[in-house]
C-alpha cells in the first residue's frame, strides 16, 4: 500500500514538474515572441520616421528646383521685358509696363509662400494638388485640371506628405519624358478610402518592355506600402501613363 503510494506520488510529481517545464518554455517563447514584435514594430516606427523625413526633405528640394526655374524661365523673363521697356517708356507703355511688373510681384508672392519650410510640412494633401496644377497651367508647362469627387475626409498629414511625393514623381516624369500636353488628376474621396488618379496623354510605353525601375515604381510601391496604399501604374504606347493610388482611411 505504502509503496503504491509512493509510485504515485513519484508520478504526480514528475508530472507537474512536466507542466512547470512546459509552462517555462511556453512562457519563455512567448516572451521571446513578443520581444521580437516589440522590436519590428520600433524598427518599423523609425523606418516610416525615416522615410516621412526624407520624404520632407525630397519635396523641399523639389519645391527648390521649381522655384530656380520659375525665377529664371519665368519671372526673369518678366522683369527682363520690364527692364526693356522702362528704356524706352513713354506715357503710351506705362500701362504695359506697369502691368508686367505687378504680374511679377504676384508671382514672387506665390513663390515665398510655397518656399516656406511650415507651408510645405503642414499643408494639406488637396491643397498642395490644387497648387502643383495650378503652377502648371500657369507656367504654361501642361494643360492639367484637377476634379474633386465625393466628400472631403481627412487624410492624415503625413500620410498626405507621402502621397503628394508620389504624385510629384509622376508629374516629374509626365512633364520631363511624356511629351503630354494634357494631365488630369482626379481626388474621389469615398467611405473608407481615397483614390487618386492622375492620367496623361503622352506617348506612354509598353510595361512589358520597359523597365519600370527607372520610373520609380518601385519606390512609389514601398512608399504606398508604408501608408496602407496600393499604387498601381499602367500605359500603352500612344495612350498615355495613369498613375492610380488607393489610400484606405
Request: positive net charge; charged residues 30%.
Amino acid at each position: 500500500m505504502e509503496q503504491q503510494g509512493g509510485r504515485i506520488l513519484l508520478i504526480t510529481t514528475v508530472v507537474l514538474l512536466v507542466i512547470i517545464v512546459f509552462l517555462i518554455l511556453l512562457f519563455t517563447v512567448f516572451q521571446r515572441r513578443k520581444n521580437k514584435l516589440l522590436l519590428e514594430r520600433a524598427e518599423n516606427k523609425k523606418r516610416y520616421e525615416r522615410e516621412i523625413a526624407e520624404t520632407q526633405i525630397e519635396i523641399r528640394e523639389e519645391t527648390l528646383r521649381n522655384i530656380s526655374w520659375e525665377l529664371h524661365d519665368n519671372i526673369g523673363q518678366l522683369l527682363t521685358l520690364a527692364n526693356i521697356q522702362l528704356q524706352h517708356a513713354s506715357p503710351d507703355n506705362m500701362s504695359e509696363i506697369s502691368e508686367i511688373i505687378t504680374k511679377s510681384l504676384k508671382e514672387v508672392r506665390a513663390l515665398s509662400k510655397v518656399i516656406n519650410p511650415d507651408f510645405i510640412n503642414s499643408i494639406k494633401l488637396r491643397k498642395a494638388i490644387e497648387i502643383e496644377i495650378e503652377r502648371f497651367n500657369r507656367l504654361n508647362y501642361i494643360e492639367a485640371s484637377l476634379e474633386i469627387k465625393g466628400k472631403e475626409q481627412e487624410v492624415n498629414q503625413k500620410h498626405g506628405i507621402v502621397i503628394f511625393r508620389i504624385l510629384q514623381e509622376f508629374f516629374s516624369n509626365t512633364i520631363k519624358h511624356s511629351k503630354a500636353s494634357k494631365l488630369d488628376v482626379t481626388l474621389h474621396y469615398k467611405e473608407n478610402s481615397v483614390e487618386i488618379k492622375a492620367h496623361d496623354n503622352g506617348v506612354g510605353f509598353d510595361v512589358n518592355r520597359v523597365s519600370l525601375k527607372g520610373l520609380g515604381l518601385q519606390n512609389m510601391k514601398a512608399r504606398g506600402k508604408l501608408i496602407n496604399a496600393e499604387v498601381k501604374l499602367t500605359s500603352k504606347p500612344e495612350k498615355g501613363t495613369c498613375l492610380i493610388i488607393n489610400y484606405y482611411i
